[in-house]
Structures are given as structure tokens and as C-alpha cells.
């Protein structure tokens, strides 16, 4: 059996006569008698060396794919050595929150960079410390905007389905509306969408890029947005904003999104990293940690966790979210990847992204019998649609151990290209999707 | 120290990615960014400033960490192996079903032993944290009662020692919560809950051990009055690590409960996450947990979708590799390792308090559970030493301090809670510190007032940071 207790037989006898008592059983005479259990039902422990067995069998049993091509929510990017290497610190690993800021001086500092470059990235004035996931951040973010008479939300577009289910399970425990208003490939009807707002509308809630990769006109849609008197908040992928319009750019008061593609690995969805951020106005609103800037008693820059007044452990039953974490270690993940990329760096990963998956794109449309369902612009995701193909093509292609795109029905597939596919890769596949349509 | 920002140089290079062999696509203007502000750094900068970063940490690797309630046991090193193997990191979320047996397995194997350990009939593995869990729990006991048509059951009944997540997470959950006072025992006093219990209770949330450290005997009594009344009962696990294996909130009576797996499954914190917060229920209460669950059809494992589901609580299936290490610490441990871990954490905090209570003012009479709370409310009055002044002195002698202020119903509170994984000389060492220190505060307050004094930083200005707060970098 194994355990990790480091006492001996000698110890426990000893430590048991300084308590005053017999055996370890008479520490538990608290717990009434007929509560208590016999025995668990469960396996004998085993010697590490067996469990590392069973649980390399255990991963054994999950196809890894040489060559990724699917995405919605969950990117397949290559991870610098250093990323690995730096975040398996275990002071880093096993660290708790740092409630004692003179022994964790490093981690507040390290939250502090992620909540910066989080403002660098999405063009917003303040960030948290990072939520559970992309998933969650939206919730919040939606929750964040309520005030008295504004109990509305509107979701614009194509949402990823997790997103909206989780905002819809968020909202309706606090009566909030949900609408959604659809937009065919990035086109949004405004004046659809002035007649939906009211008076009671809190915000509208955008994906830049969409769910099928699509672009757009975020700035235009703030601005309908913003005369409605409403707040906007756009869900945002982190590769996406090496080149693209920030949300601070676009008008937007919230901005939120996962930042898995910073450095995590897919991991079969998680742990992931929510991030939040958002204006000054709503600083006091933003739930979650943030550690701030302050100095010591001999007057040394020094970092804290601040704003706690917002937070459940003062305010209880009135605090502005029950989170009492955040996802540090992922944080620190994301600031390891950005920096060691750099500004040069992440902005060659985000090209090569663009570059190849629109390649691909091309490629593909040569093929008979293939058509692009995005007209506009498009990051580095796509849907193909090829009537009643997506099984066999994907089939084709995992046989090749390549995974394909994610099946939206019997028509149409949703593509993802990362900086981990090369021409030759994409060549490759081009040629296996051909053949599973043409026979 | 610098800020990473304030190391940045204009053309320093990192690491680059291959450089694509087609040709570069570009936006329209109006789709494009103005510049990027990243820094700018070396790889070996870079090395440098995250080490440093590093040193000015402290881990459970670095020493004791007595944190209350925060069950800071050690992260076994096996566990990191395992979460780091190939065939847990690379696999993508939506994959097909039949390329993740091993990851579906795995899912299915956890709940199975998390619903054993709890005595519940099902667990989900998604909430990414205990609050998350707190908050998927009463989501369920909402949807239970709205599905009998009980919709008047809208108060969560909390007691005043709890954590201040359970307030939250029940007006989160739509819920009016209702504070309850502890009795002179501090647990639950009877003729109060008898009193506030009615037809509009939706469910009493618990932590058992309380966070006090000590077992509510009246548990059983406690379940009667609340399910006689129509409510449910809810256990908070954050102090599951004292009785695991030895009573299960099941046969406590409660209804509904989560655990924290980087609390009593030993994950590690990560400097406050990634967690994990599974959610475990009674099976009347089963249809409404999150969406997908896994399910075993033969030797094939399936995600299967219940209508009835409250829905997604956030992306995909939980914290997977969080989740993944504490399977691989459950298997470690077994049956016979999961209650003796829990009994030698009850036996370090005994042996601590005992060592302790001749001069700090905490519960005799009873035995406390995995941890115990000392009242410095005297040593404060005589010698104007706080509790916050005796914490922060532990640092300079390379210790974590313990959980300050908390539970909020004892004054000047210090809680420990030394766990299974400490030796005995460690909680020898501890012992005399804090007794060195008890002497100090009335020979030398004014060493402790100030401590501690051999950090990179001395106490922060907490005020100033939250009157003017400075939340990010800015160019100067």
C-alpha cells in the first residue's frame, strides 16, 4: 500500500502518549458510531511503480495525432521548451494563493506581467488574474454588465456552443434574458439588431473571431451598441489579437476569452485559462482576483492581491462572484509563452496561422465539389461544406493518423490550421481529402 | 526587482516558430492592430527573470505550510509524471469518442471512486474549483426542487463559521441565504436551525469537519430536522482530508457535496490554481448534474447528455490533468491508505494543539479533526502582539504561516492544519518556535510587530494599493 506519511511506528506510539490517548481510533470518538464506515469499497494502494503502469495504459488508449486540424476552442500551437521548463518550478507548482505577500513576491509579480500583458493584448485598462476558463469568462462577463433596470443580454453571432451554453446556465440563475440574434457569415443586420436592444438590454456579447472563424465589424457594432446605451463584450482568441483590432480598439467595455492558446496543451479540454479585462469604469465590477502595485513599509515596490472589498471572503452573500481562485499557474503559462516569443515571435506564430490555414482554404476550394461557407474574412479557422462527405473525409484522414476538422453535420466541416501544420502536411491532406471525395 | 517590461530592448529576439512555406496572407488595414507592445527579451533573459521570480515564491516543496482549511499536503511527484504523458496532454477535446477510451476511462473510473469515498450515487468531474463545485451543487438542488414543483424553497441556510464562498455561491445560484449562529460548541445549535428550517429551505450547506476543526456530532439530528422540513443537505468538502475513508458525507446524510481535489487529493495548488472541484449527489439529484458524464456500455466508455441538466458550468469537461493526478494518488493510496492518511493528519494536529494549548487559548475538551484554531485574543491584550504579528514572524524562521482571521467567529484566530505528510520533528520544530515567539511577544513585541525581516519586501501597503490602485504596467 502506499502513502505519503512520514512518520514511524515509534512516532505515532510517542505522539498518541504526549495526546493522552491509546490508539489513533480514539481521536475519532467524535463521529457517532453508526455513521461510521467499515471499510471503502475500492481497490488496495498499490507501489508508484504499478500506478505508473496503469496510468500509461491508460494513455496509451488515446489516439495522439500526428497532424491537428481542428480547433473550436481548443488550438493545437507548438510550446517553446522554456514554457514546459519554467512553469514546472515547483515553488511555482506548489505554491497556495498569495494571501502572505512577503514570501510570494514572485507569483504576485508574475500575475502582475499576466493582468499586463492581458491590457497589452486586448487594449483594455484593467485585468483580473484570470478565471477558470474561456467559458466561465464569458458568463462573467456577461453578469459583470447588469445594472438595476438592464437585465437583458444579447448574443451576437456564432458563439462556440460551450460559451453560450454556460452563459445561459450562468444567467438563469439570476433571471437574467438571454437572447440570440444570428448573423450569416459576419454579416449583421443593424438595424435587426437596434430593434432587439432596449432600455433593458445590459450588453451584447460577440466572438471576434466567430465560431467558424469569422470576421466582424466589431467597431461598427460597439458603436450601435454603445447608442443603445448597452455594454459590449467581445469573447476574443489570444492568437487573434497579435494581428487583429483589439477589443479596446473596437469600443469594447469587457473583453474575455481563453487563453489555452498561450502555451497550454489541448489536454482534452483542460485546465484551460479564462481572461477578463476591461475599462476603468468597470473596475470595481470585474470579479475574480487582481494583485496590484503598491510599496513596503521601507518603501520597496511591493505586489498584493487588491480591490478584495469586491470579493467573497469580505463580502459573503454581496460579493460580486463566489470565485476565490484563479488559475495561476496557467497565468503563469501565458506570460512564460508571450515573453519568450516576444513581440516578433507571437506575431510570426499568428502569420503563420493566417498564412497556411488560408493556403488550405485555397487548396481546398480547387477541389470539385468543394465551397467555403465564409464569404469574408476569416482567422484560421473555416467551414467547407461537401454535401454528404464530412464522415468519409474524416475517416480518410484518420487513418492517416491526421485528425481532421470538427463535423458541424453530414455537409459541413470545421476547419482549424495552427503554425504546427507545414505545406507539406497541408499538401498532404489536400490530396486524402480528394480521394475520399472522388471515390 | 524589474517588471519583464522594464527588461525589454527594442530587436531582442526569443524563441521563433518555423517560418511557412506558402505565401503570407494579409488583412485589410481596417481589420489590423496598431502595434503590439510584447517585451522584448532574450530566451536566457527570460530563464533568468522567471527563476528569479520563482525563488521569491514559496512552495510545500520549501517547507511547512500550515494554511487552515487549505489542506496543503504534499504533491507527489509521480502525479506530475502522469499528467505530463503524451497521451493526456495531446489529446484534443473533440476528438471522437472511440480515439479517448483511455481519457473516457479515466473520467469514469474517478467519479467511481470519488462516489464511494462521498457515499454518493454520482459525481462530476467538471467544476474547475470548489466555489465552481459550490455553485453546480446548488444549481441541482434548484433544478431538484423545481422539478417536484417546490419552487417557494428559494433560503440557503448557512452557518456563521463558514467559508465565505458559500454565502457567495448561493446568491450566485439565485438563492437568499440565511446566516445561522453557532452554538457555544460552535457547531450548529439546534433550536436555531429548528427555527429558521421551513417550507421555503432549499438546503443547509455544511462543512463537517467545521471550520473549526472539530466533528459535528449532532450530524445526524442536524440531517433529520433539515430533510424533515422538505430541504436538502449540502456538504462543503474543504475538510474532507480529516475523515476520508473513515464516515462519508452519504451517510452523514447529505444530499449533495463537492470535493476540492488539490486540497484532499493531494493536486497542487499552483500559487491558487488550476483546482478541481468535483460535484457528487444522491441519484434523485443525479439527472441535473453538468453536461456530458461518461457512461460504460460494455468495455466501451460514452459521453452521454441528459436532458434534465442544468447545462455547462464552463468549456469541455473540467480540469482533465488536474483530475488525471489525483486518479493517479487515489490508486497510490487505496483503501487502506486513504483512512490512515486521514488518521495521521488527526493525529499531527492533536500533537501540535497539544504542544500548543498550555499558552494559546483553543478548544481542550475535545479532539479536534485535521486542524485547530488558536485565539490570540489574550497574548494581543497583554502584549499588543496580534495574530497577524505572529504569523508573519513564522516566515522569517522559513515556514508558511498559518490561515489568519478565519473562522471570523474566533478572535485573533491562527488556524493550523499540518497535514499527514509533516514528520515529527517538523511539528517538534513548530512547536518551540511558537512558544519562542509566545515569549518574544512579552520580552520583544516590537521584533514581531515588524516582522517579518527576511523577505525581499516587508509589509505592504495594502491600503494605498486598494485607494490607488495600480493594476497593470504602463509605459512611462
Wanted: with cysteine; glycine share 8%.
Amino acid at each position: 500500500m502506499g502513502n505519503y506519511v512520514p512518520l514511524t511506528e515509534n512516532d505515532i506510539k510517542e505522539m498518541l502518549e504526549t495526546i493522552g490517548v491509546s490508539s489513533l481510533d480514539a481521536l475519532f470518538s467524535d463521529i457517532p458510531k453508526k455513521i461510521r464506515l467499515k471499510e471503502l469499497n475500492i481497490p488496495s494502494g498499490k507501489s508508484q511503480q504499478e500506478v505508473s503502469d496503469v496510468m500509461k495504459a491508460l494513455a496509451s488508449k488515446n489516439t495522439v495525432y500526428d497532424v491537428i486540424l481542428r480547433g473550436a476552442g481548443s488550438y493545437s500551437h507548438y510550446i517553446p521548451a522554456f514554457v514546459k521548463n519554467i512553469t514546472s518550478r515547483s515553488e511555482f507548482v506548489t505554491a497556495y494563493t498569495p494571501y502572505q505577500a512577503e514570501i510570494s513576491q514572485g507569483i504576485l509579480q508574475a500575475i502582475f506581467e499576466y493582468q499586463s500583458l492581458v491590457c497589452i493584448m486586448t487594449g483594455m485598462d484593467v485585468s483580473n488574474a484570470s478565471v477558470y476558463n474561456g467559458a466561465s469568462a464569458a458568463a462573467e462577463g456577461v453578469l459583470m454588465c447588469r445594472e438595476r433596470d438592464r437585465n437583458k443580454a444579447i448574443i451576437l453571432g456564432n458563439v462556440r456552443p460551450d460559451t453560450l451554453k454556460t452563459i445561459k446556465t450562468y444567467a438563469s440563475a439570476q433571471c437574467m434574458e438571454i437572447l440570440e440574434m444570428e448573423a450569416n457569415d459576419a454579416f449583421v443586420e443593424m438595424d435587426k439588431l437596434k430593434e432587439l436592444m432596449g432600455e433593458d438590454t445590459a450588453c451584447v456579447y460577440l466572438e471576434q473571431p466567430g465560431y467558424y472563424g469569422e470576421l466582424y465589424s466589431a467597431d461598427k457594432i460597439a458603436e450601435a451598441v454603445h447608442s443603445a446605451g448597452a455594454k459590449f463584450v467581445m469573447g476574443c482568441n489570444p492568437t487573434s489579437l497579435a494581428l487583429l483590432k483589439s477589443p479596446g480598439e473596437c469600443g469594447a467595455d469587457v473583453a474575455v476569452g481563453d487563453g489555452q492558446p498561450l502555451g497550454l496543451p489541448m489536454a482534452f479540454g483542460g485546465p484551460y485559462l479564462g481572461f477578463m479585462a476591461c475599462t476603468e469604469k468597470m473596475m470595481r465590477k470585474i470579479p475574480g482576483r487582481i494583485v496590484g502595485e503598491t510599496v513596503d513599509h521601507d518603501g520597496r515596490r511591493a505586489f498584493v492581491l487588491t480591490l478584495q472589498a469586491r470579493e467573497q471572503h469580505i463580502r459573503r452573500e454581496r460579493a460580486s462572484s463566489n470565485i476565490c481562485s484563479n488559475q495561476a499557474l496557467c497565468a503563469l503559462t501565458a506570460t512564460a509563452y508571450l515573453t519568450c516569443l516576444g513581440k516578433e515571435g507571437f506575431r510570426n506564430v499568428a502569420k503563420a496561422c493566417v498564412s497556411l490555414s488560408h493556403y488550405f482554404a485555397a487548396q481546398l476550394q480547387k477541389i470539385e465539389g468543394v465551397e467555403l461557407q465564409n464569404k469574408g474574412e476569416f482567422f484560421h479557422e473555416f467551414v467547407t461544406i461537401i454535401p454528404d462527405k464530412s464522415e468519409e473525409i474524416l475517416k480518410a484522414l484518420a487513418k492517416n493518423k491526421i485528425l481532421g476538422g470538427l463535423k458541424l453535420d453530414s455537409d459541413r466541416i470545421l476547419w482549424c490550421v495552427t503554425e504546427t501544420s507545414t505545406k507539406e502536411s497541408l499538401d498532404n491532406v489536400i490530396d486524402i481529402v480528394r480521394g475520399a471525395i472522388c471515390c | 526587482m524589474l517588471l519583464i517590461f522594464e527588461k525589454s530592448q527594442e530587436g531582442k529576439k526569443g524563441v521563433d516558430v518555423r517560418k511557412p512555406e506558402v505565401k503570407e496572407y494579409s488583412y485589410s488595414s481596417e481589420l489590423l492592430r496598431s502595434d503590439l507592445d510584447l517585451p522584448e527579451v532574450s530566451e536566457v533573459d527570460a530563464v533568468r527573470h522567471f527563476t528569479e521570480l520563482s525563488k521569491r515564491a514559496f512552495g510545500v516543496d520549501d517547507g511547512f505550510y500550515p494554511l487552515g482549511s487549505c489542506t496543503m499536503k504534499y504533491n507527489p511527484k509521480i502525479n506530475e509524471e502522469v499528467a505530463s504523458l503524451k497521451g493526456f496532454t495531446d489529446i484534443h477535446p473533440l476528438q471522437p469518442e472511440e480515439d479517448a477510451q483511455g481519457a473516457l476511462e479515466g473520467i469514469y473510473m474517478l467519479s467511481q471512486l470519488l462516489s464511494e469515498i462521498t457515499g454518493m450515487d454520482a459525481v462530476s468531474l467538471q467544476p474547475a474549483a470548489g466555489a465552481h463545485g459550490e455553485y453546480t451543487g446548488l444549481r441541482l438542488i434548484s433544478s431538484y426542487h423545481k422539478s417536484r414543483g417546490d419552487i417557494k424553497r428559494n433560503k440557503i441556510i448557512v452557518p456563521d463559521s463558514a467559508h465565505g464562498t458559500n454565502p457567495a455561491s448561493a446568491t450566485m445560484a439565485g438563492f437568499e441565504v440565511i446566516n445561522v449562529k453557532s452554538n457555544e460548541e460552535k457547531g450548529v445549535d439546534l433550536d436555531e436551525l429548528r427555527a429558521v428550517v421551513g417550507e421555503d429551505t432549499a438546503a443547509l450547506m455544511l462543512t463537517n469537519p467545521t471550520t473549526l476543526g472539530l466533528f459535528e456530532k449532532n450530524i445526524v439530528e442536524i440531517a433529520e430536522i433539515v430533510h424533515n422540513a422538505g430541504g436538502l443537505l449540502y456538504y462543503d468538502g474543504a475538510n474532507l482530508n480529516a475523515v476520508m475513508g473513515i464516515v462519508r458525507p452519504g451517510d452523514m446524510g447529505f444530499d449533495v457535496v463537492h470535493l476540492n481535489l488539490h486540497k484532499t487529493f493531494s493536486t497542487p495548488h499552483g500559487g491558487g490554481g488550476p483546482g478541481s472541484g468535483p460535484v457528487g449527489c444522491k441519484m434523485e439529484l443525479a439527472p441535473y448534474l453538468p453536461n456530458p458524464s461518461v457512461v460504460k456500455y460494455g468495455d466501451e466508455y460514452f459521453f452521454v447528455n441528459d436532458p434534465d441538466s442544468i447545462g455547462k458550468v464552463g468549456s469541455f469537461y473540467g480540469n482533465f490533468l488536474v483530475y488525471v493526478r489525483a486518479l493517479t494518488y487515489i490508486l497510490t493510496l487505496g483503501k487502506e491508505g486513504i483512512p490512515y492518511s486521514a488518521k495521521i493528519a488527526v493525529l499531527n494536529a492533536n500533537y501540535l494543539k497539544k504542544k500548543l494549548q498550555d499558552i494559546y487559548t483553543t478548544e481542550k475538551k475535545r479532539h479536534c479533526m485535521h486542524e485547530f484554531v488558536l485565539s490570540l485574543e489574550k497574548l494581543k491584550e497583554e502584549t499588543g502582539v496580534s495574530a497577524m504579528d505572529v504569523a508573519k514572524s513564522m516566515i522569517d524562521y522559513k515556514m508558511h504561516p498559518p490561515t489568519m482571521y478565519f473562522p471570523m467567529i474566533v478572535h485573533e484566530a491562527l488556524m493550523f492544519e499540518p497535514t499527514e505528510t509533516e514528520n515529527k520533528e517538523t511539528l517538534d520544530s513548530v512547536a518551540d518556535l511558537l512558544r519562542k515567539l509566545h515569549e518574544m511577544a512579552y520580552s520583544d513585541p516590537a521584533v514581531l510587530k515588524s516582522a517579518p525581516h527576511s523577505t525581499v519586501i516587508s509589509r505592504p501597503d495594502e491600503v494605498t494599493a486598494a485607494r490607488k490602485p495600480i493594476v497593470r504596467y504602463k509605459k512611462p
